[in-house]
Structure formats: structure tokens, C-alpha cells
């Protein structure tokens, strides 16, 4: 059974950077595309980035394009976000989950998910 870790959210001023990471067990990543989903408070689920298990497929909400970029390690068993020029609109529980192969937009196709990690942009 696969199961997923996020870590790395952090509180960080405007215009500062984090990098999440998405540690798998139980299963190698190398057949799963990883999406990253965040939540903010009183608001819906949303996609945030994706990147297929071959890492040749990634995409981005419109809101993050140009400051985060995606990247995996099948090595490590890790799926990274970069998130840079971080806004206080980014502040949200940010999830990783995981389906077979290939990136898809509803969060219902996915999985597995871990339990998230809190990224708060506040001066």
C-alpha cells in the first residue's frame, strides 16, 4: 500500500521560497504521477501542480505558473515542490497525492493521499 508524506511547509515572509517534499512508502513512485493539491481555510480543494510518473508530463494552476516548478527523484522516492515568490493567497495545507501513470485535474482520481503540510506567507 502506498502511503505519502509532505513536509516542508514552514511560515515564510512574501516574496520568500519553500520546497515540499512528497516521500512515498510502500510502493515505488516509479508508476505514479504525483499531484499537489492545497486547501486554504473555508475554501474547496485545488490543484495546484502535477507531474507524471515518467516525469515528460508537468502542469500548474494558472496562480502558481512561473514561480513553482515540479520535479521527482524515483531514486529517492520523492516528488518535490518549489515554491518561490511565495504570496500570502499561496497560505494553505498543501497534499500530495498519487495515481497510476498520468496527471489528472479532479482530485477524486487520486488514491492516495498524505495528511498535508501547512504553508502560511504572512509578514
Known amino acids: 500500500q502506498l502511503q505519502l508524506v509532505e513536509s516542508g511547509g514552514d511560515l515564510v515572509q512574501p516574496g520568500g521560497s519553500l520546497r515540499l517534499s512528497c516521500a512515498a512508502s510502500g510502493d515505488s513512485l516509479d508508476y505514479y504521477a504525483i499531484g499537489w493539491f492545497r486547501q486554504a481555510p473555508g475554501k474547496e480543494r485545488e490543484g495546484v501542480s502535477c507531474?507524471?510518473?515518467?516525469?515528460?508530463?508537468?502542469n500548474f494552476a494558472d496562480s502558481v505558473k512561473g514561480r513553482f516548478t515540479i520535479s521527482r527523484d524515483n531514486a529517492k522516492n520523492t516528488v518535490y515542490l518549489q515554491m518561490n515568490s511565495l504570496k500570502p493567497e499561496d497560505t494553505a495545507v498543501y497534499y500530495c497525492a498519487a495515481r497510476a501513470y498520468y496527471c489528472a485535474a479532479d482530485p477524486k482520481n487520486y488514491a492516495y493521499w498524505g495528511l498535508g503540510t501547512q504553508v502560511t506567507v504572512s509578514s
Open positions: 507531474i507524471s510518473s515518467s516525469g515528460r508530463s508537468t
